[in-house]
């Protein structure tokens, strides 16, 4: 049996990121990364591709800006 949170969020109280890879087989533009970040209060995800873990702090300043917005 399944359980689910009944827990309610205001927006942006919440915020769960995930930093995968790498990944064996790189896409066509040689990303081996993928950063999936979830707003929880709307269930809004935001996923980004990467070729190095450099790039993720940009990214995740980039992508909480956009979801503040």
Same mark, same amino acid.
């Given at each position: 049996?399944?359980?689910?949170?009944?827990?309610?969020?205001?927006?942006?109280?919440?915020?769960?990121?995930?930093?995968?890879?790498? $990944?064996? =087989?790189?896409? #066509?533009? *040689?990303?081996?990364?993928? %950063?999936?970040? $979830?707003? =929880?209060?709307? #269930?809004? *995800?935001?996923?980004?591709? %990467?070729?190095?873990?450099?790039?993720?702090?940009?990214?995740?300043?980039?992508?909480?800006?956009?979801?503040?917005?």
């Amino acid at each position: 049996m399944s359980r689910t949170s009944k827990t309610k969020y205001s927006k942006m109280e919440l915020v769960i990121m995930d930093l995968t890879g790498p $990944i064996s =087989v790189p896409t #066509w533009n *040689s990303y081996v990364y993928a %950063l999936i970040v $979830i707003e =929880v209060s709307y #269930w809004y *995800s935001v996923r980004h591709f %990467l070729k190095s873990k450099k790039e993720a702090g940009d990214a995740v300043r980039d992508m909480i800006a956009m979801l503040e917005c």
